[in-house]
Antibody, heavy 120, light 111 residues
Framework: QVQLVQSGAEVKKPGASVKVSCKPS????????MHWVRQAPGQGPEWMGW????????SYAPRFQGRVTLTRDTSISTAYMELTSLRSDDTAVYYC?????????????WGQGSLVTVSS | QSALTQPPSASGSPGQSVTISCTGT?????????VSWYQQHPGKAPKLLIY???KRPSGVPDRFSGSKSGNTASLTVSGLQAEDEADYYC???????????FGGGTKLTVL
């Protein structure tokens, strides 16, 4: 069965960086886009960007451009999201969610979420 | 402030039907048939309920249905059950910046 397993919770100080991993199983890693979505406490989800694990191509939401980097390591079938210059309002649960390359919908499968807390 | 507008709350009694709206613009909801709906229970990841406006992934009960008119999409939950109490979010592709946008969410209460 398809599963996306994310790395654990992180606590970071303002100005630091965080890198969250997402390791899928049960399907071909290079056969689906990987999207990253975050959700602040009590708020709706916010799309951050996607990566095509096959080509490495990326697309980022304008508000995160310059602060977020999506990468992948095909040798271990793992996707990564790195967010820099952290602020308190970056405190959120960060999710990875897949989109099959031949489909138009995001998130038929989601990771369990990784809580990132930014606090001094 | 979310890109798509949803009512903050909705409610209904068991067995009844409830409809949740999601209003966007001609650059997102109105311009593409790429509207999705998600259900989220507390502490859980969102679950895909509807994609491409009205299609259901396998395993999603047909009590959940979607539609769209102009810049507004709708999710209807028929035959409400206690386990339908959750937060519901809409999402759409936005062609103005080639990105995906979400609504702020609607908390559905089963009375």
């Amino acid at each position: 069965q398809v599963q996306l397993v994310q790395s654990g919770a992180e606590v970071k100080k303002p100005g630091a960086s965080v890198k969250v991993s997402c390791k899928p199983s049960g399907y071909s890693f290079t056969g689906s886009y990987m999207h990253w979505v975050r959700q602040a406490p009590g708020q709706g989800p916010e799309w951050m960007g996607w990566i095509n694990p096959n080509t490495g191509a990326t697309s980022y939401a304008p508000r995160f451009q310059g602060r977020v980097t999506l990468t992948r390591d095909t040798s271990i079938s793992t996707a990564y999201m790195e967010l820099t210059s952290l602020r308190s309002d970056d405190t959120a649960v960060y999710y990875c969610a897949r989109q099959p390359l031949d489909e138009t919908h995001v998130g038929d499968y989601w990771g369990q979420g990784s809580l990132v807390t930014v606090s001094s | 402030q979310s890109a798509l507008t949803q009512p903050p709350s909705a409610s209904g009694s068991p067995g009844q039907s409830v409809t949740i709206s999601c209003t966007g613009t001609s650059s997102d909801v109105g311009g593409y048939n790429y509207v999705s709906w998600y259900q989220q229970h507390p502490g859980k990841a969102p679950k895909l309920l509807i994609y491409e406006v009205s299609k259901r992934p396998s395993g999603v009960p047909d009590r959940f249905s979607g539609s769209k008119s102009g810049n507004t999409a709708s999710l209807t939950v028929s035959g409400l059950q206690a386990e339908d109490e959750a937060d519901y979010y809409c999402s759409s592709f936005s062609g103005s910046n080639n990105l995906w946008v979400f609504g702020g969410g609607t908390k559905l209460t089963v009375l």
